[in-house]
């Protein structure tokens, strides 16, 4: 009985344990997609002549605001 009673402490723990570690890959993801998609409005914002300079910091700023938009929804 105590060997079954450490196996369910020891499942739960893992269980605990891993959804902490799985929330900063979900914000990684996130951030991840939004930079793809952010990167592709900024694409076709320029097909249209806009001529926003596609460079790290306004991807940066896209996916925030479609990591913002996306946490809203």
């Known amino acids: 009985m105590l060997t079954f009673i450490g196996f369910v402490v020891a499942a739960i723990a ?9 929330i900063p890959f979900k914000v990684i993801k996130n951030i991840i997609v939004g ?4 990167s592709a409005a900024i694409w ?7 001529g926003i300079e596609m460079n790290v910091i306004n991807a940066l700023l896209a996916s925030i605001v479609v990591y913002i ?3 809203i929804l």
């Open 44 to 50: 076709t914002v320029n097909l249209f002549g806009m």
């Open 35 to 38: 930079l793809i998609v952010g």
């Open 14 to 22: 893992v269980y605990i344990i891993g959804k902490l570690i799985s």
């Open 69 to 71: 938009v996306s946490s």
